[in-house]
Structure formats: structure tokens, C-alpha cells
């Protein structure tokens, strides 16, 4: 029989990795039966933490909605993890590297909510009609663990190496275009290295937020108005150091981050 490990325990060796600013090794080392269960049991009780710290919450993101996502860090299943307001970095920002350990950058469509969404059986038209507006949007993603490598349990416990993230303007409905075939290019330093559209996102980043509020019902929550989904990456993320610019060409906006 294996040991069960420490849920609280656990979440302080992942603050204690942001704090030294040093990658840990994944918890399913230690516990090679680690469950996806025991992964979300410790994302809750670092969002409870967090809480008690004064964070408030801003939104949800889903993760590794897209093929490209999955063969990025070699997980294949859909997951979820919470976005604090603090996490947001303005347009024009600064990334504070000083205190990133191995910080990547990934496109993503971001929903912003005007009313609530909850339920079991959410339909798309439901998704449709709760949206404030839909936006261009970068993820910040730090690892807490070593070599950015990890199994599902890990990266959930990780809150799925949420870090931060950067909201665009120009809401993409004014592109008299399906959603899911807006392009996006990502350029480093002035190279397209990564190209993509929304709908590598489960076909429509709709259907993330779908997956999203049916995972949030289960555990008696709901998305509510003003709230920010991000519903995952688009692309392969992108490595970012000091010195260097990403930008992601959208229709009718880049966003620009170094
Ligand atoms: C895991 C988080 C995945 C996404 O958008 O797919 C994610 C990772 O890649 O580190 O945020
Ligand atoms: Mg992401």
C-alpha cells in the first residue's frame, strides 16, 4: 500500500520553490501512486492559503485543451487551476524575472464574463450569451518543478503552473469571423516560431469553458460575472528570458511581452 502524503506539506514545498526562486522534483517521485485527486487536493489547499494571505481570486484557466499543449509537456488530459488577481500583468509590463525560476509564455483566448455560469449541463448558447467579451490573452507559466517535467497529479498540484498573465483589448468578436479561425503568430525576437488558431482549443475555446464550469459544479462552485477564464494554450509555449520579446500578432492587436 502506498503512503499518503501530506496535502499542506506538499503546498509548502511548492511556496518555498517561489520563494527561493529554485525548482523542486515532482511529488510523484516520492509517491509514485500520487492521484489526480491528491494533485487537485493540493491546488485547493494553496488556494485556501492564499485566501487566508488576502488574494482574491480573478478567474480560472483551463490547461492543455490543445494537442499542441499536450505534446508540449507530455500530459494528454484537460486541466484546471485558479487565477488570482495579482497574478495580472498590464500591457507594457515589465515581467519581474527576478523572481521566475523558467518562465514560458503561451497564446490564449481569455473569456471575460458578464454573468454567472454554473450547472452540469451547460449548453454553448449559454456560454455565448454569458460573455462580456472575448479577448486575446498571454499566459505566464512557471513550473515549480525541475526541468519544467512533470505528471498530471504534479501540475495540478502545481496549479498548473499558473503564473501570471496579460489580458489584450480589442475584443476578437469585432472580427466579423468565426473565432475559431483567427490566426495567431507568435514571434521571439522576431521569428514566427509558433502559429496557431482557437480552434486547436477543443475545437472552439467555448467547449473549455463548457469543461470548466461541469468540473466547478462537482465541487459546488460557479464562474460569476467578471470573472476571467483563460482556456488554454493555442500553441507550444515559448521560453522567455531577460532580453527577450515575444509578441503575439492577432487581428487586430499585438501584445508584447519582455
Ligand atoms: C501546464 C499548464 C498548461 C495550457 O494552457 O495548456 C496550460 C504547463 O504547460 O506547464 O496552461
Ligand atoms: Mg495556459
Known amino acids: 500500500m502506498s503512503v499518503a502524503l501530506n496535502a499542506t506539506e506538499e503546498y509548502r514545498l ?6 527561493n526562486r529554485k525548482a523542486i522534483p515532482q511529488i510523484s517521485l516520492r509517491y509514485p501512486g500520487m492521484t489526480l485527486e491528491e494533485g487537485y487536493e493540493i491546488q485547493r489547499v494553496g488556494l485556501e492559503e492564499r485566501f487566508q494571505e488576502g488574494a482574491v481570486l480573478s478567474g480560472y484557466k483551463m490547461g492543455l ?3 499542441a499543449k499536450q505534446r508540449d509537456v507530455n500530459v494528454h488530459e484537460p486541466i484546471r487551476g485558479y487565477l488570482l488577481k495579482e497574478m495580472e500583468v498590464g500591457l507594457g509590463e515589465q515581467l519581474a524575472f527576478e523572481k521566475l525560476i523558467h518562465p514560458r509564455v503561451e497564446p490564449e483566448v481569455a473569456v471575460i464574463l ?3 455560469l454554473k450547472g452540469p449541463s451547460l449548453q454553448f448558447r449559454d456560454v455565448e450569451k454569458a460573455v462580456e467579451s472575448i479577448l486575446p490573452a498571454v499566459e505566464l507559466l512557471d513550473s515549480r518543478f525541475e526541468a519544467f517535467q512533470f505528471r498530471l497529479p504534479d501540475v495540478v498540484a502545481d496549479n498548473t503552473s499558473a503564473c501570471g498573465y496579460l489580458l489584450g483589448t480589442k475584443d476578437l468578436r469585432q472580427v466579423k469571423e468565426d473565432l475559431r479561425l483567427l490566426g495567431v503568430v507568435v514571434k521571439k525576437n522576431g521569428v514566427v516560431i509558433e502559429t496557431g488558431a482557437p480552434a486547436a482549443v477543443l475545437g472552439h475555446p467555448f467547449h473549455s469553458v463548457i469543461g470548466l464550469v461541469q468540473a466547478l459544479y462537482k465541487e459546488g462552485k460557479r464562474l460569476l460575472p467578471g470573472m476571467v477564464v483563460l ?3 493555442i500553441t507550444a509555449s515559448v521560453p522567455i528570458e531577460k ?8 487581428p487586430m492587436e499585438t501584445l508584447r511581452i519582455r
Open 65 to 67: 485543451t490543445s494537442l
Open 114 to 116: 458578464q454573468s454567472e
Open 231 to 233: 482556456t488554454g494554450g
Open 243 to 250: 532580453g527577450d520579446t515575444v509578441e503575439m500578432m492577432w
Open 14 to 19: 511548492l511556496k518555498d520553490a517561489i520563494r
